[in-house]
């Protein structure tokens, strides 16, 4: 289903509806990083301003398959993110600060995932409460990847911060696992080792 706005201009094709609402996102997200660049925003901002006030509950102006359709440059987009953050990955950074990095992705994880299953826990059932406990645990990285790159910002604290959005991410995927298994388990009453050890190896 078509916006008013390329119901307004005549655009009918597919193809053409998908390269119009493509350039409307880049002509969009540049604009907006003009403004926010007065106010000393990350570019990270504008992109999530522009994609909000286009989007299909905003001014509409990009149809809402094409939003849908699209999914699939979000995997990409955080594969390159994932590669790009595994970058800031050196031996001698990590066995200078490896024990501080660990001990502040740990804590930041657990502490988020046991806030939100204590707060959850007395909302929504037992079974979603773990799953939802476990998501908490997880950062995106693109934000923090593109203020730093941004910014051209160096030192021990980006550094650490950069490994620890990294390795959070790894707890945040082996958590999900986990809890998913366990809330499945708890849901269906069969229960198989297998289910969470296969994600820890």
């Known amino acids: 289903m078509s916006t008013p706005l390329f119901e307004t201009l005549h655009i009918t094709s597919d193809v053409s509806v998908i390269v119009v609402s493509v350039a409307l996102m880049l002509i969009s997200g540049f604009a907006m990083t003009r403004i926010t660049k007065r106010l000393r925003l ?45 970058e800031f990955f050196k031996f001698s950074t990590l066995k200078k600060s490896g024990p501080k990095v660990l001990i502040i992705t740990v804590m930041e994880a657990c502490l988020a995932s046991i806030l939100v ?22 950062t ?24 620890v959005v990294a390795l959070d991410d790894v707890v945040g995927l082996l958590a999900y696992s986990i809890a998913i298994s366990v809330a499945l388990a708890s849901m269906t009453g069969t229960f198989q080792a297998g289910h969470i050890v296969k994600p820890i190896v």
Do not use: W
């Open 140 to 163: 995106a990285p693109a934000s923090t990847v593109m203020t730093i790159r941004q910014t051209h910002a160096k030192g021990d604290f980006v550094e650490t911060l950069l490994q």
């Open 42 to 86: 990350p570019n990270v901002t504008a992109y999530i301003v522009a994609g909000i006030l286009i989007g299909p509950y905003c001014f509409n102006l990009i149809p809402a398959r094409i939003v849908g359709g699209m999914s699939f440059i979000a995997d990409i987009a955080l594969a390159f993110i994932a590669f790009s953050t595994g």
């Open 117 to 138: 299953f204590i707060v959850v826990y007395f909302i929504l059932g037992l079974e979603l409460n773990f799953v939802l406990a476990a998501l908490a645990s997880a």
